[in-house]
């Protein structure tokens, strides 16, 4: 898209990374600088609003944690400042608490995810049609273009015969 440069800030080391090797050595070929070992502690702006830098910190690796993964723990006295203009967070996703809060009647499980029939995607609330990570979590675009695919013929049945 343009960047003279890209990085990835990961905290932890190559070895407990939950990407798939394949795309951690494509990246690598397109000239990706993974700064490894490393933490953003603080965005920086050029008060106006525009990202100028990440302040980061140098980790190493202690005992594992919960999910068997070494635990990083920050080096003291290895921060420093990395020039950036754009910061994309990729941490991981979950169901946004908006579902729940602003739609009556909307059923969800206890991860916030929305209730839908698998065969229908129908919803709980009548007229509404769900389907895709916003009903199973976090999946893959085929899963996703099915349910709406699903989705688009029930939508269309509703919508023809009136009948939920
Ligand atoms: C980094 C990453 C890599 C992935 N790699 C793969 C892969 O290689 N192969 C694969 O099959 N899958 C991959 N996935 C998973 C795949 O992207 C998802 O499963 C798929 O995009 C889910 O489709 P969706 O339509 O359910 O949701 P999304 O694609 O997330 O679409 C939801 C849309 O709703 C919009 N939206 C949210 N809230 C509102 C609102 N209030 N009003 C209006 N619009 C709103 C969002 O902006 C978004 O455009 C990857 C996911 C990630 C994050």
């Not at 397109?30 to 980790?59: N, Y």
């Not at 950036?84 to 995810?113: C, E, F, H, W």
Request: with cysteine; net charge neutral; proline share 5%.
């Amino acid at each position: 898209m343009g960047a003279r440069k890209a990085y990835v800030i990961y905290r932890r080391s190559d070895a407990e990374m939950p990407a798939r090797a394949e795309e951690v050595h494509h990246a690598r070929q397109e000239g990706i600088d993974f700064q490894m070992l490393t933490a953003p502690v603080e965005f920086v702006s050029d008060g106006k609003g525009w990202l100028t830098a990440a302040h980061c910190v140098r980790m190493e690796l202690g005992e594992p944690d919960s999910s068997g993964r070494r635990r990083p723990v920050p080096i003291t006295g290895s921060e420093f400042e990395l020039p950036l203009s754009v910061a994309v967070m990729a941490i991981g996703t979950t169901a946004n608490p908006i579902v729940q809060s602003t739609t009556p009647g909307l059923g969800t499980d206890k991860r916030g995810y929305i209730q839908a029939n698998s065969e229908t995607q129908r919803t709980t609330r009548r007229g509404v049609f769900a389907g895709g990570d916003i009903v199973t979590g976090a999946a893959t675009v085929i899963l996703a273009m099915g349910a709406g695919r699903r989705a688009a013929g029930s939508i269309h049945e509703y919508l023809t015969t009136g009948l939920w």
